[in-house]
């Protein structure tokens, strides 16, 4: 699998939840972006259930430049 870095987020909720993101290859709702992630697209993040609802989140690591924001 190609490793895909640098996604950002393109629109959030009101309440403040990322809803739109995008990479070099695609913009994505969260949907997507999770269903991505789970079959391995984006390997430096990960899926957290939050308020029930799956969420994409940056793999941690010591750079605060790659976090999704």
């Known amino acids: ?27 994505m709702n969260r949907k997507e972006f999770v269903s991505r992630i789970e079959r391995g697209y984006y390997p430096e993040y990960h899926v957290r259930k939050v308020n029930g609802i799956k969420t994409p989140v940056s793999n941690p690591d010591k750079s605060k430049r790659n976090n999704l924001g």
């Not at 870095?5 to 290859?25: C, P």
């Open 1 to 27: 699998m190609t490793k895909r870095k640098n996604v950002k987020v393109i629109r959030e909720s009101k309440s403040g939840r990322n809803k739109h993101f995008k990479s070099s290859t695609a913009n």
